[in-house]
T-cell receptor
Framework: QQQVKQSPQSLIVQKGGISIINCAYE??????FPWYQQFPGKGPALLIA?????SEKKEGRFTISFNKSAKQFSLHIMDSQPGDSATYFC????????????FGKGTKLSVIP | EAQVTQNPRYLITVTGKKLTVTCSQN?????MSWYRQDPGLGLRQIYY???????DKGDVPEGYKVSRKEKRNFPLILESPSPNQTSLYFC????????????FGQGTRLTVV
């Protein structure tokens, strides 16, 4: 059973455009939602994260929007650049001392000039 | 430099020949885990360890073993590899706490023929 559903599987955006990746979860015990960025040949690295008591978090060109009632969250990349081309994974962690990351299947983003 | 080091980076082996992929972290992290990454399936957790001598199964543990005799090391053992274990493997570590960052190694690309 896939606990975190991510879409789209791939995304092509023109330079300067907005990239939007969506995730949905079912487990209400999840209470930390990080996004990881992975470049080819590298391991994933933390990009930005949010707790469910916050509806939005912004770091530079990257914004997470969180809708607790709908159990959905999304990553917005403003002014997308070719250097943003990577695979993006949403993830979720449940509380109560758990360190387990449950990942979505990933979105391959290509930003074309 | 804080890092998670995996070895080897690339490995081609034959069915049934036991192998070990090593993982070492220099951040004194309590939590370590192994993932496999397959196209269209994202990152799936194999095993995790919350501290020395404490390990548990993740989502896809079949065919794998782990041990945690020292805090810094968490090797992944394939006692009898099969072609369906051909994959990209990542080791990760993190400190205690819910909203902690997971640090990933560079990955090990394993091919079983």
């Amino acid at each position: 059973q896939q606990q975190v559903k991510q879409s789209p599987q791939s995304l092509i955006v023109q330079k300067g455009g907005i990239s939007i990746i969506n995730c949905a979860y079912e487990n209400t015990a999840f209470d930390y939602f990080p996004w990881y960025q992975q470049f080819p040949g590298k391991g994933p690295a933390l990009l930005i994260a949010i707790r469910p008591d916050v509806s939005e978090k912004k770091e530079g060109r990257f914004t997470i929007s969180f809708n607790k009632s709908a159990k959905q969250f999304s990553l917005h990349i403003m002014d997308s650049q070719p250097g943003d081309s990577a695979t993006y994974f949403c993830a979720a962690v449940s509380g109560a001392g758990s360190y387990q990351l449950t990942f979505g299947k990933g979105t391959k983003l290509s930003v074309i000039p | 430099e804080a890092q998670v080091t995996q070895n080897p980076r690339y490995l081609i082996t034959v069915t049934g020949k036991k192998l070990t992929v090593t993982c070492s972290q220099n951040m004194n992290h309590e939590y370590m885990s192994w993932y496999r990454q397959d196209p269209g399936l994202g990152l799936r957790q194999i095993y995790y360890s919350m501290n020395v001598e404490v390990t548990d199964k993740g989502d896809v543990p079949e065919g794998y073993k782990v041990s945690r005799k020292e805090k810094r090391n968490f090797p992944l053992i394939l006692e009898s590899p099969s072609p369906n274990q051909t994959s990209l493997y990542f080791c990760a570590s993190s400190s205690e706490g819910l909203d902690t960052e997971a640090f990933f190694g560079q990955g090990t690309r394993l091919t079983v023929v």
